[in-house]
C-alpha cells in the first residue's frame, strides 16, 4: 500500500476534506490514506460549516474524528501533504519526517506535473518513484507563493466550499499523479462541478 497523511492545524476542517475525497476517489488503488492536526483537540468531530460543505460538493466526513500528529507514526507513511508550509516545517522539524516526503498540496502536485507520470507496472513503486521525482525537482526551487490552502475557520460558509472545492480538484490531481494510468477514471463525485 502507498501510505499518505494529509495535515493541517487541528484536523477538523482542511485536512479531514483532502482525506475524504482522496479516499473516495482511489477506490480500487493500492492506497491508505489519513489525516492528522499539529494540536490536540481530542476526539473532535469536523466542525459543523465542513460538514455542510462537505455535503454541498459531494463529501461525507461526519464520521471524522480528529488526531494529533504527536500520535501518528511516520515510519511507514509515504507522502505527507501539508495544507500550508507551516504543517510541513512542523512535520520535518516537530516530528522528524524525512524532507523528500513532506510537501504542501499545491506544491506536490504542480511538482508531479512538472515530471511527468513514473513508469512502471505496478502501482504502489510508481507513486514512491513519482514522490522521489518531485522532490529532485524542487531542489534549488525558491519559494514559491501562494501554495497555501487558506483555512475558512471563523470565515463565511462560501469560504469552506471554496477550499473544499479547491480540495478536491487537487485531490484527482494528485492521484492522477502518483498513479497515472492506473486512474483509468476517476469517478465524477455527487454533487460535484
Given amino acids: 500500500m502507498f501510505r499518505v497523511l494529509f495535515l493541517c ?13 482522496v479516499r473516495q476517489l482511489a477506490a480500487g488503488l493500492p492506497l491508505e490514506v489519513s489525516s492528522a492536526g499539529l494540536l ?15 455535503r454541498a460538493v459531494g463529501l461525507d466526513v461526519s464520521d471524522h474524528r480528529a488526531r494529533p500528529l504527536a500520535d501518528v507514526d511516520l515510519n511507514d507513511i509515504d507522502l505527507v501533504v501539508g495544507l500550508e508550509r507551516s504543517h510541513v516545517a512542523a512535520a520535518v522539524v516537530e516530528k522528524g519526517a524525512p524532507f523528500a516526503k513532506v510537501f504542501t498540496f499545491a506544491e506536490i502536485v504542480r511538482l508531479l506535473e512538472r515530471v511527468g507520470p513514473a513508469d512502471g507496472r505496478d502501482p504502489v513503486a510508481r507513486a514512491r518513484h513519482a514522490v522521489s521525482r518531485a522532490h529532485e525537482a524542487r531542489q534549488g526551487e525558491d519559494f514559491v507563493p501562494g501554495e497555501d490552502i487558506s483555512d475558512p475557520f471563523g470565515g463565511p460558509e462560501r469560504g469552506y466550499v471554496t477550499m473544499a472545492t479547491q480540495v478536491r480538484e487537487l485531490s484527482e490531481r494528485l492521484l492522477v499523479g502518483l498513479f497515472g494510468d492506473a486512474v483509468v477514471a476517476l469517478e465524477p463525485l455527487r454533487g460535484a462541478r
Fill in 9 to 21: 492545524t487541528g484536523n477538523r476542517c482542511r485536512s479531514p476534506v483532502a482525506e475524504g475525497f
Fill in 40 to 54: 490536540d483537540l481530542g476526539p473532535a468531530p469536523a466542525l459543523p460549516e465542513v460538514l455542510r460543505a462537505g
